[in-house]
C-alpha cells in the first residue's frame, strides 16, 4: 500500500494507461506469444493498482504469487528460447521474468513492510503490570534482508525504465510509419510500468 495520497493517485493512472495500453495491444497481436507476454502485463498492472490501495492489502496471497511466478516462468522461456521472443531482445524478456518475480516479492513481503516498525499511534512507550509501569517491548522494523532486497529492486527498476524512456523519444520524434509509432508507444509502456513498479518498492520502505 502506497500511504502518501498523491503518489498513489499518481501511480494509479499511470498503472491504469499501460494496463489499457497491453489489453489494445493484445487485442491486435496475431501471435499467441506476443498475446501471453500482454496479457500478463495487463494483469501487472491491475495488480499494481491494487497495491496501491488499502484494499489490495486484504487480496489473497497465494494466489497473486503463484501467478507471477507462472509470468516469470514465461518470461524465462522467451528469454531462453529465440523464436518465442518475438523479434525482442532476450534481456527484455529477462527484465520481465525479473518484474514478475518482484511482483510475487512485494505481495509476500508487503505485510511485513506495513506492519513493521514503531509502536501504533495512541499507545504509550510504558504499560502496567501489577500496578507498576514496565517499559513496553519496542516493535523491532522489518529484516534487514527485506529492506535490503525491496531497495535494491526498487532502485534497479526506476534506473531500468531509463533506456526505455529514451527509446520512446526517440522514436516518437522520428515517426513516421504506423509500426514506429506502436514501437514508441510500446518503449514508452514499459518505461512507465519499470518506474512505477520502482517507485512502488522505494514507497514501500
Known sequence: MVQD???RAVLTILFLGTGLVSLHRAMLLRDLPGRVSAASHV???AAMVAMAWPWGMVLPAAPQIAVFALSALWFLLRAANGRLC???PRREQAHHALMAVAMAWMVAVMPTLMTSGGPEPGHGHHALVSG???AAPSASGPPIAVVATTAVLGV???????PWLSAAVDLGRTAV????RTA???AACHAAMSAGMGA???AAL
Open 86 to 88: 518475438g523479434g525482442h
Open 177 to 180: 510509419l504506423k509500426q514506429h
Open 156 to 162: 534497479y527498476f526506476v534506473l531500468a525504465s531509463l
Open 43 to 45: 494483469v501487472m498492472s
Open 200 to 202: 512502488m518498492l522505494l
Open 132 to 134: 507498576t509501569p514496565v
Open 5 to 7: 495520497t498523491l503518489l
Open 184 to 186: 514508441a508507444r510500446e
